[in-house]
């Protein structure tokens, strides 16, 4: 994280952009507008961005397929700016790899200190993978790379991976063979405790089985401990920097 937070502001209100860019300029933060889905996809090839903040409700790409392209591609968190009303798409939003949502109208100094938690969040969990010079892990023929942020399959082909199920494997795999409760799973994966959101944890539990269970309906690698939430029942291996070299 650098001195001054450069943020990617990503709504199509001018009333809620300018006034919000100036706030976040007067806390020694570097803000980039974006009025749309496009203009931001723009800005993204141009420039490196600490986090993002996203309106949901936008004309044209909306705010959630924004989001899924973030996670997909680009290594920086996003925090989802929503009305009231769209419970439903918050939900999908942290489903599908946001960091954390404020609802609107908010008070622009939560904005800023959820902002400063995410990105702690984010420099944390980097800072830790360094300290260990962990660039991966081995489990059942299957490798997540933490360098890369890429899984890879027992016959060595890339499985793509969304950001949010990254964060999810990369929990499991950092605590193998433990159960690990939903609000264990929230609080490590999201960095916000809230019942609402359990359904997330579940959804995302099972479009990773899609992926790394040979068979998804009776999972072995990701188990259900019935009453107390998931465990990765297999053997990992963490790789070590200078392994791979």
């Known amino acids: 994280m650098t001195d001054q937070t450069h943020i990617l502001l ?3 209100e001018p009333s809620i952009r300018q006034p919000l860019t100036e706030y976040l300029e007067r806390q020694n933060m570097r803000v980039t507008e974006a009025e749309n889905a496009s203009k931001a ?4 090839r141009k420039a490196r961005f600490d986090i993002a903040l996203l309106d949901i409700m936008m ?3 909306d705010g959630l397929s924004l989001c899924r392209h973030i996670s997909e591609t680009a290594d920086m968190p996003v925090i989802l700016l929503t009305a009231k009303g769209e419970a439903t798409d918050r939900i ?3 489903e599908i790899g946001a960091d954390d949502y ?5 008070d622009p100094r939560e904005l800023v200190a959820r902002i400063k ?3 702690r969040r984010a420099h944390r969990t980097g800072q830790v993978a360094r300290d260990a010079q962990v660039s991966g892990y081995e489990f059942d ?4 790379d933490t360098i890369k942020h890429q899984l ?3 016959e060595g082909v890339h499985v793509p991976i969304s950001a949010a199920e990254y964060r999810l494997l990369n929990v499991f795999a950092e605590h193998a063979g433990q159960v690990l409760n939903r609000d264990q799973l929230l609080d490590m994966v999201q960095g916000r405790e809230a019942n609402l959101f359990d359904r997330a944890i579940d959804n995302q539990v099972s479009r990773l089985r899609k992926k790394i269970e040979a068979d998804s309906k009776n999972p072995e690698l990701i188990q259900t401990v019935w009453g107390g939430g998931y465990m990765l029942a297999a053997n990992v291996t963490q790789i070590i920097a200078d392994e791979r070299s």
């Open 41 to 44: 996809r723009s800005e993204m």
């Open 141 to 144: 023929g299957w490798l997540l």
């Open 59 to 61: 004309p044209g790409e």
């Open 152 to 154: 890879t399959d027992p």
């Open 10 to 12: 990503i709504d199509d």
């Open 102 to 106: 404020v609802v609107k109208p908010f």
């Open 92 to 94: 999908i939003g942290l």
């Open 117 to 119: 938690t995410v990105l």
